[in-house]
């Protein structure tokens, strides 16, 4: 199983001899499925060779505060950006008193103080640095600010003592990274989500379809699982891997999408709307592939149901969100379907100008009935969980 299916795991190593356990760490959590970049402190290196990174990563690795600099100075923030979670493993008792204290000398440290996301550190020193007070109350301060502490482990150290201070193995890195992602908020739930785009026949060969990618969908999927959630998603035709132990239907056209959909929906909780169905299709599909002619041809669409909205108008239905890609006038649109389409919840968003469909980034507005909030542009996994959270939120007050 892919635990770590689309992740982005930013992996700070700073100057302890654990550091060579870092390397195998790389390995096991590409292996689940992660995108992995390393940022290494100078002292790491001298442990270490970058190169070592490098290879098992497959990106490059940075250190120096200018490696990550694309020459407008703001490559540390990019880098920060980029994560979905910061893991510092090995955390030496020197970077963890820096972290403490918010300082930003060299880019790891910079990097932490610029994150508004997840962080979790996997202390490794000698026994005494570990319980010496001073560390003791840096962890303390630390924990208290959210960032995650993971080990350290017990057994023989470096130095020839024995105790408590280790790095936790790999292995057990490896297992404890994809808990970083669960928030619990949507436990017990049962959630039906559809993404991608839907393919309307015109004939054997040709179609009508969308620039959907299914990004945000997939990610809504994998945000919704790692919140609790019993996922099954109905999938137009993407090239993503499934998320983690969702439940995938794959469906070509918006009318074996509906299908799909209300033979699923009874079961669940909750129904997400994501994907960009076709409101048109070929009234007339070919079985055989339509020959050129010598002259124009004119191709008559019929209308496809709508999914949402008949979804929403069950008796007993779930908990609907719904979604509007709009080109202007967006709170008006966004308002005017969640009425309409008699919804709970509509994501809202601009498309065009470097947003919507086929890109990684993404900002959207959550509306409902009496209120709305605004997420700001950041990646599609991180939006998709702080959409999830307010979903859920919303799911609870009703429920
Ligand atoms: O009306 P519009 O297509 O902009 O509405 C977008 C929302 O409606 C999305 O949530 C989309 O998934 C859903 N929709 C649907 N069935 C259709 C058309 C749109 O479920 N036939």
């Known amino acids: 199983m ?7 795991v930013l992996l700070g190593v700073s100057g302890s001899i654990a550091a060579y356990k870092s390397a195998e760490l790389v390995r096991l959590l590409c292996k689940q499925g992660a995108q992995v970049r390393v940022v290494m402190t100078a002292t790491a290196t001298e442990f270490i060779q970058p190169l070592t990174f490098q290879a098992l990563s497959g990106n490059v690795v940075y250190s120096a505060w200018d490696d990550a600099d694309r020459g407008d100075g703001m490559g540390h923030i990019e ?7 910061i893991v510092i493993a090995p955390a030496s008792a ?6 403490r204290q918010g300082m930003a000398g060299d ?7 610029a994150s508004d996301g997840t962080i979790a550190v996997a202390p490794a020193m000698n026994r005494l640095m570990w319980e010496n007070a001073a560390t003791k109350e840096n962890l303390a301060v630390l924990k208290q600010r959210g960032i995650h502490i993971l080990g350290p482990g017990t057994g023989g150290q470096a130095c ?16 404890d990274i994809p808990t970083l992602f669960s928030t619990g908020i949507l436990s017990g739930t049962k959630l039906l989500l559809t993404a991608g785009p839907t393919r309307e026949p015109i004939d054997a060969m040709r179609f009508l379809s969308n620039r959907s990618s299914g990004k945000m969908g997939y990610a809504l999927a994998q945000a919704a699982i790692e919140a609790g959630a019993d996922v099954t998603l109905i999938s137009g035709p993407v090239a993503l891997p499934s998320p983690s132990r969702a439940k995938r239907l794959n469906v070509n056209s918006a009318d074996e999408m509906y ?9 669940n909780d909750v129904f997400i709307s994501a994907a960009a169905v076709a409101d048109y ?4 599909p070919s079985k055989e592939k339509v020959k050129r002619k010598d002259d124009n041809v004119d191709l008559a669409l019929t209308q496809n149901r709508d999914i949402v909205a008949s979804v929403a108008a069950l008796p007993n239905k779930p908990f609907t969100v719904g979604f509007a890609a709009e080109t202007s006038d967006v709170e008006v649109h966004a308002r005017g379907k969640l009425e309409r389409k008699g919804l709970d919840l509509i994501a809202a968003n601009q498309v065009g100008e470097g947003q919507g469909a086929e890109v990684d980034d993404n900002a959207m507005t959550m509306y409902w009935a009496d209120g709305s909030q605004h997420l700001e542009k950041t990646t599609k996994n991180k939006l998709a969980r702080q ?11 009703e429920s």
């Not at 880098?79 to 979670?85: E, Y």
């Not at 880019?107 to 103080?113: R, V």
């Open 160 to 175: 020839g003592e024995v105790g408590l201070g280790r790095m936790l193995e790999p292995e057990q890195l490896a297992r």
């Open 259 to 267: 299908d799909a959909v209300m033979s699923e929906v009874a079961a």
């Open 387 to 397: 959409m999830v959270a307010i979903i859920g939120e919303h799911y609870r007050a």
């Open 2 to 8: 892919l635990e770590l299916a689309n992740k982005r």
């Open 79 to 85: 880098l920060a950006r980029w994560a979905d979670v």
């Open 107 to 113: 880019l790891l440290t910079t990097l932490c103080l």
């Open 94 to 99: 020197d970077f963890l008193a820096r972290l």
């Open 281 to 284: 299709r070929p009234a007339n």
